[in-house]
């Protein structure tokens, strides 16, 4: 049996390797240089696919099986993956960069405020200093360079950092989800609703390779990771790796796009790892949820 400072070094890992993995979206989103809608559609087209081979070799059940025995949850978590990612894709085609990772600054707070008002899961003095500081550290590496976006984008980005918000509550829960299944069931829906109005047979071939890398592999392997880790940490500590997107997505287009970082995404970066390593290294405070009461 795993010792509870085992387990929490599994979350820590999991929470921070799958949102490496997912910082990767907006470089991919970038390079495909493609309409939101024919990015929603691909990737997850890509994604539903990937689960539906991967998910039988490992668990010798269908994709389909698992979401009967599983029941509502599942299905529910599902939608909200695809929520979270498609107004993710709108919102950094529809804004800029900068307005987008202010807002996602704000999951922590949600994710803490969600799961203490719907699962009885309260954060602890520590992780709520890290988080006001982590959003502090993301202030300073966009400062000087909002108010350039449009409405609609920083919208889309809000909507989205609620559902990954109340998917994380949801996934704290009910840890017997299968974590494949919803990512699964997530790219089924992304496609369904974005294939009216996209044109998914107008893309190159470099933006289809680019977006089978990141539905089919690196972006759905981000996800499960993401959900598994709070099984071990809380939903709060989970949500603080979420600024670190921003970190790692700044680094990125440095090494990839050629956009040199300035001083203060430096400073702002140093001070959001800070942050995390200061919130996540408390274990997490026990599940207390009405159901158990």
Avoid: C
């Avoid at 995404?265 to 919130?279: C, E, M, S």
């Amino acid at each position: 049996m795993q010792t509870q400072s085992a387990s929490h070094r599994r979350g820590v890992v999991l929470a921070a390797s799958g949102m490496l993995a997912v910082s990767l979206d907006s470089l991919g989103i970038r390079l495909a240089d493609a309409s939101s809608w024919d990015i929603a559609f691909w990737f997850g087209t890509f994604t539903f696919v990937a689960m539906l081979a991967l998910i039988p070799a490992l668990t010798k059940k269908p994709l389909w099986r698992i979401v009967k025995d599983d029941g509502a949850p599942t299905v529910f978590s599902g939608l909200l993956q695809a929520a979270s990612t498609t107004f993710f894709i709108v919102a950094i085609n529809s804004t800029t960069v900068s307005n987008t990772v202010v807002i996602v600054a704000a999951a922590p707070v949600v994710a803490a405020v969600l799961a203490r008002y719907f699962i009885g899961e309260r954060s602890t003095g520590r992780v709520w200093l890290a988080i006001l500081t982590s959003i502090i550290g993301i202030l300073i590496v966009v400062s000087g360079s909002l108010g350039e976006g449009r409405i609609e984008g920083d919208v889309a980005a809000v909507t989205a950092i609620l559902a990954f918000s109340g998917n994380l509550t949801l996934w704290r829960r009910y840890p017997s989800i299968n974590r494949m299944a919803a990512v699964g069931l997530g790219g089924l829906a992304m496609a369904v609703v974005a294939v009216s109005p996209a044109d998914p047979l107008g893309l190159g071939l470099q933006a289809m390779l680019i977006l089978a890398v990141l539905g089919g592999i690196v972006g759905p392997a981000g996800r499960i990771a993401i959900a598994s880790a709070t099984r071990y940490l809380s939903t709060a500590q989970v949500s603080l790796f979420t600024p670190v997107e921003t970190v790692a997505a700044t680094t990125w287009a440095w090494l990839f796009l050629g956009e040199s970082p300035p001083a203060t995404t430096v400073v702002g970066g140093i001070l959001v790892l800070a942050a995390v390593a200061y919130g996540v290294s408390q274990r997490p405070v026990p599940l207390v949820s009405s159901a158990d009461a």
